[in-house]
């Protein structure tokens, strides 16, 4: 690593753990050696070929008819080797809606494609890999769900879609709509916020979960999205945040001098992305944060695996720090937790 500022070598080439290949790509953030590094450019152009021929970018969105299955979505998309580097559930107005589906404007479906897409929340992701924007369309399958089941049954739409319309997912036809459609729902600078789409979040009768970055990095998103749906746990607004020092110390500061852990659960939080949840319950009703930290499982995996073996982290955690899971400790906590994610750092 060389600083260019300062025109010397800062550190030599070591082994650094928890950074990987898959890690590395723009806009990303990895931690070495307790430092927070953002990536912003390629070194030299033999490094931009290299990674860009493997780390293409596309565009995915879940669909209103399928966000009730978004864990076995996203379950599918991290099984089929494609890394989630952005991802927010937002609630499209009609004219973003419009806007993002300008080239149908016109057509006889249009405004019924408006009055679908507007329905209820959708997810929009941001997926790398290699030849991203073909190989997410074969992951779709065809448009059509009823045909995607004849001759692509392990597709998308033909485990999750319905019809022709409501076929569960969206995915870039080609690198420049790609492009265009990540910067929409991902913005790289401010931009109108009548165009921006906003979050679901409630800020209301709510708790807060995080999955945090070493079980992001294991692959575990879809897995515990399931887990959570399947207790009867509402997620009513989900986003993936890259936290630095400051904010992770900020948020954590109920826990300074209490736990021995504090230091490492800040750093934890700031080595990748994670993701942040609200947490709701139409079934749980006022005791939805209590059972929902009943169901997150003691602080300690190993204590967890004992007590709670179903408990998220009895299966995903692997120690004190690395416990996949931070849940808010009290029902009082929970919304001031999500209002700092959902609010504060929008």
Known sequence: MYDLRAQRLFL??????GV???DLYLGNTIVVLSRQ??????????????????????????????VHRLGEI????????????????????????ATFYREHEGRPFFESLLDYITSGPVVAMELITTNAVKKWRATLGPTDSQEARSIAPESIRALFGKDKQLNAGHGSDSDISAIREIEFFFPSSKINDDLLPQTTAKLANNTCGIIKPHAVSKGHIGSILKAIKEE???ISALQIFRMDKVQSEEFLEVYKGVVSEYPGMVQQLMSGPLVALEITSGVHG???????REFVGPADPEVARE???NSLRARFGEDIVKNAFHCSDLPDDGPLEVEYFFKILQ
């Open 12 to 17: 030599k080439r070591i082994p650094v753990e």
């Open 20 to 22: 990987e290949e898959r």
């Open 37 to 66: 590094l953002k990536i912003t450019d390629y070194a030299d152009a033999f490094t931009r070929e290299q990674i860009t021929s493997k780390r293409q970018r596309t565009f995915a969105m879940v669909k209103p008819d399928a």
């Open 74 to 97: 996203v379950d599918v998309i991290q099984s089929r080797d494609f890394e989630i580097s952005q991802m927010k559930m937002v609630q499209l107005t009609r004219l973003q809606a």
């Open 232 to 234: 009867e746990f509402d």
């Open 286 to 292: 006022p005791q939805t944060p209590i059972k929902f």
């Open 307 to 309: 007590l709670r073996p």
